[in-house]
């Protein structure tokens, strides 16, 4: 007889998978956990697939070969992810929150934890196959979205910074032009990027890309591909800079006294 | 007969209330979704809450009262929180980590998905019945762990600047001393803060706690209570700033050529 019932195994497992989404856990990980047989873990994976695929919750698969197992990545149900914007764009079209100059205050947004899990789980889903090793962003309000993709994508975050600190050793400096159209310095660790690996750009806001582009090419200092470059909103008309860019929010030129402009991008399903 | 099996519910009922830690759901929200009863929901409540607490993988609560319900709440295992942070403090220790000045680079730590998420998991644990309002942070290094502790409180955070930006709005700038003896100035956000609410400090690291004391002080501009401060290190001996002040490492002051001293405080269990 088995040490633990089905229902428990299932609510253990659906804990420790989605605690840490994309990590591959083996079979015999959940075995030993239960002292439960291969066959019998495998029946439960396949229930817990079903189960979060009716539901909508994400997606529990199976991966072969060597470093195989199960894994649980976060997708939001056709529909869920858009009605989830929807609702972060009519808090955005509060009037309250054109600021002198045309800007607008979205700082609370950006780090409400439950808001920027969503974006980054959203975020995630777009790159999960482009073999991403790190979430790369520019200091400062980008930082929680970027690390919710992180963790949605399982990867490490990368934070560049304005300057070179002491607390992070040598490192690479770069001059870039913002989109005010000043010349700015970005700053990137030397032992926070691995030679020749994959990175996923993600930012709270592009303009003029000045930003985006001076993280493309201090990442060509570092020979790192970049896989995508991911910003909660982009004004329209929005710069080209690659091809795999995404903005979940695309707003247009705040003009004080006018209603704000601000819809959710067409690929968000 | 019931629409879903028990297997099934739990599993849903898990990944939602994980999902989600400190959030009061309730029990209608979860018969709808399975279109079962009350005593159906309950039941299944109690089989979760005792399998959790058996694999140590938290705690669910049911809540009295008018705003009743149920939450999940992160709580690592007796010895489970000291050996994840043994781990941690082990990588602390690589030589190769120090730099000249005396510093320790540990920017990889803290902007690591996981580990911010464990450490944050285990102050928030230290307060869940503080009634915190908001996690507040000064940037920019403390963020991604300030953001894992407000996720797991359930409540917003909040990132004080060191100088106050167009796009923040109106703003109250103070001045106060670092711990380096120099005047700094940090700036929040007017509508960032509601008068009368109860804050939590998060941040990277105490030295003298100068900076920590400027959010304090910060917090009494807006009338704010403070429940306690966390730091993921201090340099020992500690600087004393309030009763509830909980840093998960101590260090000892760096010197170039001698082993790094790091060790987890006492009261991480």
């Known amino acids: ?25 083996t079979l015999s990980h959940f075995c030993e956990m239960f002292g439960a047989a291969k066959s019998t873990v495998s029946e439960d994976t396949a229930i817990l697939a079903a189960t979060m695929r009716q539901f909508g919750l994400g997606t529990v698969e199976t991966v072969t070969g060597a470093a195989g197992g199960m894994r649980y990545r976060p997708m939001a149900q056709e529909g869920e992810g858009r009605r989830f914007m929807e609702e972060i764009c009519e808090m955005m079209r509060a009037p309250s929150r054109v600021l002198p100059g045309g800007y607008l205050y979205f700082s609370d947004i950006l780090s409400d934890p439950v808001l920027v899990s969503g974006m980054g789980k959203l975020f995630a889903s777009q790159f999960y196959d482009a073999g991403v090793d790190f ?9 929680p979205v970027a690390l919710m993709t ?67 090419s201090m990442l060509s200092e570092f020979n790192v591909h970049c896989a995508g470059a991911c910003f909660v909103m982009a004004l329209e008309p929005s710069a080209h800079l690659m091809e795999n ?3 979940l929010m695309l707003l247009d030129e705040v003009r004080p006294g006018e209603p704000i402009q601000v819809r959710v991008a067409d690929w968000v399903k």
Do not use: C, W
Request: proline fraction near 2%; charged fraction near 25%.
């Open 1 to 25: 007889m088995d040490k633990f019932k089905r229902n428990e195994r299932l609510a253990v497992m659906t804990q420790v998978l989605t605690a840490a989404p994309n990590k591959i856990f």
């Open 150 to 216: 992180a963790e949605a994508l399982h990867v490490p975050l990368t934070i560049a910074r304005h300057s070179s600190k002491v607390y992070e050793g040598s490192a690479v400096n770069i001059n870039y032009v913002s989109g005010k159209g000043v010349i700015e310095t970005m700053s990137l660790s030397r032992r926070a990027v691995k030679e020749g690996s994959t990175a996923l750009i993600v930012d709270d806001f592009m303009r003029g890309g000045g930003t985006a582009r001076g993280m493309l």
């Open 245 to 247: 860019q995404k903005a």
């Open 135 to 143: 979430v790369l962003t520019m200091e400062t309000k980008g930082i």
